[in-house]
Nanobody, 110 residues
């Protein structure tokens, strides 16, 4: 099970921090990350991080979003700064791109 938290409503320019904890049958997860789905569009990659700490983020959020992880706790975070209206989406946590959480809504609006 992947359980996301931390979504909500924020004004443009604001920040949010999403959290996701993997539990249950997850043992050695190589890559944890975040995808998002904007209304009316296909799900897209946001960020990922490997067990060793190597990470990548989508060009659309580079410089504003950072990803971090605690391997021992099977937890990943997404720090989102300088949020824009176009970041409004449902954000999904993923483990090795084979399992996803239920998603958490992030709304950026004034």
């Amino acid at each position: 099970q992947l359980a996301e938290s931390g979504g909500g409503l924020v004004q443009p320019g604001g920040s949010l921090r999403l959290s996701c904890e993997a539990s249950g049958s997850f043992f050695s997860i190589e890559t944890m990350g975040w995808d998002r789905q904007i209304s009316g569009k296909e799900r897209e990659f946001v960020a990922k991080i490997g067990r060793g700490g190597s990470s990548s983020v989508a060009e659309s959020v580079r410089g504003r979003f950072t990803i971090d992880r605690d391997v021992a706790r099977n937890t990943v975070w997404l720090q989102m700064n300088d949020l824009k209206a176009e970041d409004t989406a449902v954000y999904f946590c993923t483990a090795d791109q084979v399992a996803w959480g239920k998603g958490v809504l992030v709304s950026v609006s004034s």
